[in-house]
């Protein structure tokens, strides 16, 4: 029963048609959404990626096309040849962008049929993952799914455009190379040729794009895939993408303006305005007003409430006065049972030392000014939540401290961090009674449907969304160069050895890495971390003193990076770059909750393609060929 497509074809897209094309002869092609069978009439919606259309099949007109109709099944793949004509008055669905019109069809085709599958495009909210992603060509027709994926493209679109306007060359560099580390395991690809020997996938263009610095390029950039063996969790996948670049003789406020560029660039294309210069945030200053290192700006942060309290008082109340004292806020919560208070309890870290009070009212009992004092450093309504954290001295933390005046030591960082944490807790499971999230989710949907709305009319400027406090952008800068691992005993790098330290810390590099702040910077959003950067090391000397400082040997250095130390000796610039995770800005415009949302071919939780089947094991041929035996038993 299946027709050709024979010469036909498509005149109109389904979403674009609107009353002012009645009277034309419209051809449409696509599947189709739902059947609606009223006898002598059968109504099609038929979809394409554009929208639906309805698709009217007359027995009397189209005796023919009617008798297929009633064959015809959701999903199946039609062409409908006819006039478009405006819809009576009382049918007319305001709903539908394409509401007013419908099809007199006087040819129907039907191009294929189709399997059953497990759930329809035409749903609106799937719950099975697993059977999604196993039939992720049909769950990709879904519209969510389409509009996912065409704001993708916009966006992505945008930040080309602007990071070629701000003078950026596109280039690509190789997947099949050698470990670049970004504190990941890699990817290892045997080589077939070289018996034994391995390329590695990058975590990232990073060694690339700072040679082609050395190459005079001068600014470059990439939409670079990047593959890092990691667990995975719901914003992080094996294989993302990242908008990479790297600039010649940048100061920190070169690589700012160049991103704030692209990054409202791409905010734009999803319909939504944000406000530059972004703000900016050293991170001791972050840890000590969000406990966190990308801060989320649209709740409250943390007040220092030290001064509320007595030296008795935190004697009596057992709080280590040497350390953090400070309240946490979530507006709004309302009053809450005791029970519903240690519900939330197992969600505080005190592994490292940080103890919380969260019963003010007790404590008001016994330390009234104290709590006055607490409600009024931190402005809290009584409808608010309130956490005083503090530093616990029954648990007392090995962790080091910087000799540097004025900075954070590790000891403090625990006690904002467990607060930090809390707070974004809180924050999560009280989103219905504060309603800062809504407002972002509001934002998104008001967006989308001006652009779902402005796609078939025409692209022209549409009204921005003011973004102003459903995203907030948030540079930090100044982390320290080293953290330490306590159970292996020694410095690690925070970030990529080849991250540039403060100049005026590079004479304690050896010495107390502990005080040595990094040349780098992360750019936060919604406490999402969308992407991190650094001023680089170019000078050879100083690129082996770090790596001498990591505990990495001259010949361990020189085998995984001698390439690159090689090159430093030619000439290399100042130079310095950041990347972004794609990924991540998509997911935050299209209000999506998980990265698979905006990935058309993800990995599950448990990094398998449900999809293709992999990973896969392969017939013994193919390895002997790559000279690899595996241990494990078929
Ligand atoms: N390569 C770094 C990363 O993937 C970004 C950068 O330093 O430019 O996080």
Same mark, same amino acid.
């Given at each position: ?92 669905? =305001? ?13 129907? !085709? ?22 999604? !992603? ?53 990817? !290892? ?85 944000? =406000? ?116 616990? =001295? ?133 406490? !999402? ?106």
């Amino acid at each position: 029963m299946l027709d050709f497509l024979g010469n036909l074809e498509r005149t109109h897209m389904c979403g674009e048609l609107r009353a002012s094309d009645a009277g034309k002869t419209v051809v449409l092609m696509g599947w189709v959404n739902r059947r609606r069978d009223h006898g002598n009439l059968i109504f099609l919606d038929v979809r394409d990626r554009t929208g639906f259309a309805q698709v009217v099949l007359d027995k009397e007109l189209v005796p023919e096309g009617h008798a297929k109709g009633e064959q015809i099944r959701p999903e199946y793949v039609i062409a409908a040849v006819g006039r478009l004509r405006l819809r009576s008055k009382d049918a007319i669905n =305001p709903k539908m962008p394409t509401g007013e019109v419908e099809l007199e069809t006087t040819q129907l !085709l039907v191009l294929n049929d189709t399997k059953l599958a497990p759930f329809s495009p035409a749903d609106d909210a799937i719950q099975n993952e697993e059977v999604r !992603l196993k039939y992720r060509y049909v769950d990709l027709r879904r519209a969510d799914m389409q509009r996912n994926f065409r704001l993708r493209h916009e966006i992505t679109l945008a930040i080309r455009e602007s990071l070629s306007q701000d003078g950026f060359l596109e280039i690509e560099t190789p997947i099949l190379t050698k470990s670049t580390p970004e504190g990941a395991r890699d990817f !290892l690809v045997p080589s077939r040729v070289h018996a034994g020997e391995f390329y590695a996938l990058p975590q990232s263009p990073q060694i690339f794009k700072q040679i082609l610095m050395i190459s005079g390029f001068d600014r470059y950039f990439q939409i670079a895939r990047c593959f890092r063996d990691e667990d995975l969790r719901a914003d992080r996948q094996l294989e993302f993408t990242q908008v990479d670049l790297e600039m010649s003789f940048p100061r920190q406020d070169s690589v700012f303006a160049v991103v704030e560029d692209f990054l409202t660039a791409g905010f734009k294309a999803a319909g939504i305005s944000l =406000p530059k210069p972004f703000p900016r945030i050293t991170y001791d200053d972050a840890m000590r007003q969000y406990g966190s290192d990308k801060p989320d700006l649209r709740l409250p942060g943390l007040t220092d409430v030290r001064s509320a309290f007595t030296d008795a008082d935190l004697e009596s109340l057992r709080i280590d006065p040497a350390l953090p004292v400070i309240a946490l806020r979530i507006p709004n919560v309302g009053e809450l049972s005791r029970k519903e208070r240690e519900d939330s309890h197992p969600l505080f870290d005190t592994s490292k030392g940080a103890k919380f009070i969260d019963d003010l009212k007790r404590l008001a009992k016994t330390f009234p000014a104290a709590v006055e004092q607490v409600k009024k450093l931190t402005n809290a309504d009584d409808p608010d939540f309130l956490v005083i954290v503090s530093g616990d =001295p029954a648990h007392h933390i090995q962790a080091s401290d910087t000799k540097f005046p004025g900075r954070l030591s590790e000891r403090e960082i625990n006690v904002y961090l467990a607060a930090g944490n809390y707070r974004v807790e809180l924050a999560k499971k009280y989103a219905a009674k504060h309603g800062a999230f809504a407002i972002t989710d509001e934002v998104v949907a008001r967006a989308a449907s001006n652009s779902e709305s402005a796609q078939s009319v025409d692209k022209t400027e549409h009204a921005l969304i003011d973004g102003s406090r459903a995203f907030q952008p948030i540079w930090v800068t100044d982390f320290p160069m080293f953290e330490y691992d306590a159970e292996k005993k020694h410095w690690e790098p925070a970030h990529h050895p080849f991250t540039s330290p403060h100049e005026a810390d590079m004479a304690n590099l050896l010495t107390d890495p502990a005080s040595v702040r990094a040349n780098c910077y992360d750019i936060a959003m919604n406490g !999402l971390e969308l992407g991190s950067g650094s001023i680089r090391i170019h000078r050879q000397d100083i690129q082996k003193q770090i790596f001498q400082s990591l505990g990495i040997t001259d010949e361990e250095a020189k085998a995984r990076f001698g390439f690159f130390l090689d090159a430093l000796e030619y000439g290399t610039p100042p130079h310095g770059g950041i990347a972004l995770g794609l990924d991540r800005i998509v997911m935050l415009l299209t209000g999506a909750s998980s990265l698979r949302e905006v990935i058309a071919f993800p990995k599950t939780a448990k990094a398998i393609d449900l999809m293709v089947d992999a990973p896969t094991t392969v017939p013994e041929r193919q390895l002997k060929e790559l000279h690899i035996r595996t241990t494990l038993k078929s």
